[in-house]
């Protein structure tokens, strides 16, 4: 059983900044990548981010120079730092993470409950 927990949504003036964080805990035996989604009000979920195990990162268009995707040492934190943020970035944040929970396992991709983040005057 793998848990994704995500802290620190909330509600942020535009042009202000949030860090959002999420923990992996339980049985992992590695994680391959991690991310971040958003899902607007009436909207799909869509991609904001992505590191791999490697450091490697990705990011839609739309945050791009103004998001960070990091972890900690471990591997088993992600971090997204928002700066400059618009109306428009606002949603309930999800991570998610490819989780082997034994050496021989195939990577299965968990998710967490989501945080919300309001951008508003």
């Known amino acids: 059983q793998v848990q994704l927990v995500e802290s620190g949504g909330g509600l942020v003036q535009p042009g202000g900044s949030l860090r959002l964080s999420c923990a992996a805990s339980g049985s992992i035996f590695s994680t391959n990548a991690m991310g971040w989604y958003r899902q607007a009000p009436g909207k799909q979920r869509e991609f904001i981010a992505t590191i791999s195990s490697g450091g490697s990162t990705n990011y839609t268009d739309s945050v791009k120079g103004r998001f960070t995707i990091s972890t900690n040492n471990a591997k088993d934190t992600v971090f997204l730092q928002m700066n400059g943020l618009k109306p428009e970035d606002t949603g309930v944040y999800y991570c998610?993470?490819?989780?082997?929970?034994?050496?021989?396992?195939?990577?299965?991709?968990?998710w967490g409950q989501g945080t919300q983040v309001t951008v508003s005057s």
């Open positions: 998610n993470a490819a989780v082997k929970v034994h050496l021989w396992s195939a990577p299965y991709l968990y």
